[in-house]
């Protein structure tokens, strides 16, 4: 009996074209980087010549890194009995050609060998490799958080020692939080580090040794760098419990002396790595510190606000993460809807079956990406111009203003880019139809890849709790009140644009939406934390889109202003946004009123099975 030789529909795994348009367009009409670049801080950057360096970041991500990405998926970080970790061949490679472009070293202090550019061009620098290899990208960024504390917190060896190399990315870089009983309660850590006589007369300084176990440590072990510099996270003796108890510790994998003349393996051991729903490239391991030698960072029991200083930035790396993956996944389902033909599509004036981008409901996915993805990339990047703003700022009232501005984005952009980036990445594969369950065509793996950015860094439930229990009570509410007065003026500037009244309308309706959930929480929070607490997640969901609705509207003159169909496509999507997508945000404002009633009216024992 003769076979019929299997139909197999294949979709090119590895596409991926830098959105350079689109970050030049951000960078520019919503992050006000030109701005930001003729500030005294930033004197010496030369905008212009940004650009190619963006432009040469993005060759780098889609020659070298993107075709990586499925070897993350398929390969994976694997785990040897000796403790070692191996990662695939070809991140190597691409690691290797990142480090060695100086890309990542750009937003860095010129004194350990960075550029001392804006973050805003590191932000678009790692959209670009989060798009590429979502799980490769996330070493930098770990590194990222690692010299941040260590420039803040640091001793002046500290500083000179570990930076450069961190800088460069020789070197990487881990923080070391979570214990098995101690998740998002930082302060149930019970990792213990006492002073250690014997190493500080060999090593020099003022050694501890460290005891304890780690979990879900991002890249903890790897074969890309020689070295390794974990940030951990312990107790020393007499500390309280909770975070005001805690004492931040560098911890090298290798140890050396001042004169790197000798060197001997630490006492840290990864002792597994997780198998995961995602990100399988990026090794996810349990930690072993069995009188590992390390160091204090700042000052004893300062660890948790040590912490924080490389957390903002952390957090809106990681929803930037959304943005780079749904951008990704985005251009897979426009390609794929391009290439599939299925049906005869209404009004089609061929005979003949149609590709499925003809369909309309195919259409309304894709809308729904790319409205969703220009206002999200609008808001990562008017968070990091708020870090730049603080940063160069030169009075204590304009850093004031800054770093409430800073505060309040930084919850909406991790949660609100991490959320939509789930909803995003769903509709790719629901373009992809049967084909998108099938992994040959590669869709899904961003769908799973994407399922993490909305847990780790700070589960979204904990960024709208931090969102109303702190960030709201800024100045009596006054941080998120100017945000408002501000998306306000910019809708009502582009209300008489010609095809706008619906948006303006809409946008103008979920201003007044959270304007009210805003008063009502404010209210509530002196007598019902619970009740506050119980409507945090639907409130940041619609402060959050109206700020990108704001966003798009500022940016609306000089879309309209550009005579190709790029400008057309942006103002057709900010028009779509406006009008079929911030309705369903708006209406979630009964929701922020309804308080606990509800969610309280069960025992924890009624909540089923019957």
Not at 44 to 56: C, E, P, S, T
Not at 88 to 109: I, L, T
Not at 362 to 387: K, N, P
Not at 567 to 572: I, P, Q, S
Request: a negative charge; one cysteine or more; hydrophobic letters at 45%.
């Amino acid at each position: 009996m003769r076979h019929a030789t299997p139909v197999v529909i294949r979709c090119e795994v590895t596409l991926y074209s830098p959105p350079l348009r689109e970050i030049r367009f951000a960078l520019e009409h919503i992050a006000d980087l030109p701005a930001i670049a003729s500030t005294a801080r930033f004197a010496d950057v030369d905008v212009h010549a940004l650009q190619d360096v963006l432009a040469g970041v993005g060759r780098l991500m889609s020659e070298v890194v993107a075709p990586t990405n499925r070897d993350g998926d398929v390969v994976g970080a694997r785990w040897n009995a000796d403790g070692a970790v191996l990662t695939p061949d070809s991140f190597k490679v691409a690691y290797a050609a990142w480090v060695e472009s100086g890309f990542g070293s750009m937003p860095f202090d010129p004194e350990f060998g960075g550029a001392g550019v804006p973050w805003l061009i590191a932000i678009a620098a790692q959209e670009m490799f989060a798009s590429a290899n979502m799980a490769l990208s996330l070493c930098p960024v770990l590194s990222q958080g690692a010299i941040d504390a260590i420039a803040a917190h640091g001793s002046d060896e500290q500083r000179a020692r570990y930076l450069p190399k961190l800088v460069s990315g020789e070197w990487t870089g881990t923080m070391n939080l979570t214990e098995p009983q101690a998740g998002s309660d930082v302060g149930a850590v019970s990792t213990k580090a006492v002073a250690d006589p014997a190493a500080s007369e060999h090593w020099g300084h003022d050694a501890y040794a460290i005891n304890g176990q780690k979990i879900f440590i991002t890249w903890g072990e790897h074969d890309l760098a020689e070295q390794i510099v974990h940030l951990v996270l312990a107790r020393t003796p007499g500390s309280p419990m909770g975070t005001s108890g805690l004492s931040m510790f560098l911890v090298p994998k290798w140890l050396e002396n001042a004169e790197g003349t000798a060197r001997e393996r630490n006492a840290v051991q990864c002792l597994s790595v997780e198998h995961k729903l995602g990100i399988h490239g990026s090794p996810t391991c349990v930690m072993s510190f069995e009188n590992a030698t390390g160091w204090l960072i700042g000052e004893e029991r300062s660890g948790m606000r040590n912490m924080f200083t490389m957390m903002n930035n952390a957090r809106l790396s990681i929803g930037l993460e959304g943005v780079a993956i749904a951008e990704r996944a985005y251009q897979q389902a426009v390609h794929f809807a391009n290439e599939r033909v299925q049906g005869r599509a209404a009004g089609s004036a061929s005979a003949g079956s149609s590709p499925i981008i003809e369909h309309p409901d195919v259409r309304r996915m894709l809308m729904t990406q790319r409205a969703w993805i220009d206002a999200l990339r609008g808001l990562a990047y008017a968070t990091a111009a708020s870090v730049d703003r603080l940063t160069a700022a030169t009075n204590d009232a304009e850093a004031a203003r800054w770093r409430d501005r800073r505060d309040v984005l930084i919850p909406l952009t991790k949660s609100l880019c991490t959320d939509v980036a789930n909803e995003v990445t769903s509709l790719a594969l629901q373009i992809h139809g049967g084909a998108g369950y099938i992994e040959e065509t590669g869709v899904a793996q961003h769908y799973r890849d994407a399922r993490i950015a909305a847990i780790y860094e700070g589960a979204n439930g904990i960024q709208a709790a931090d969102l109303v229990g702190r960030k709201l009570q800024i100045r009596g509410g006054a941080a998120i009140t100017e945000l408002l007065d501000e998306c306000e003026a910019q809708v009502q500037s582009v209300a008489g644009a010609d095809g706008m009244a619906q948006f303006a309308a809409s946008a103008l309706a979920a201003i007044e939406a959270s304007r009210h959930a805003t008063s009502h929480l404010l209210e509530l929070a002196r007598t019902d934390r619970r009740g506050v607490l119980a409507g945090s997640t639907p409130y940041l969901r619609l402060l959050a889109s109206t700020e990108c609705a704001g966003l798009l509207a500022k940016a609306l003159p000089a879309a309209s202003a550009t005579s190709d169909p790029f400008g057309f496509v942006r103002v057709t999507a900010t028009r779509f946004f406006g009008e079929q997508i911030l309705p369903q945000s708006t209406s979630l404002l009964p929701a922020v009123l309804a308080g606990a009633r509800d969610l309280d009216a069960l025992g924890s024992d009624q909540f089923g099975p019957f």
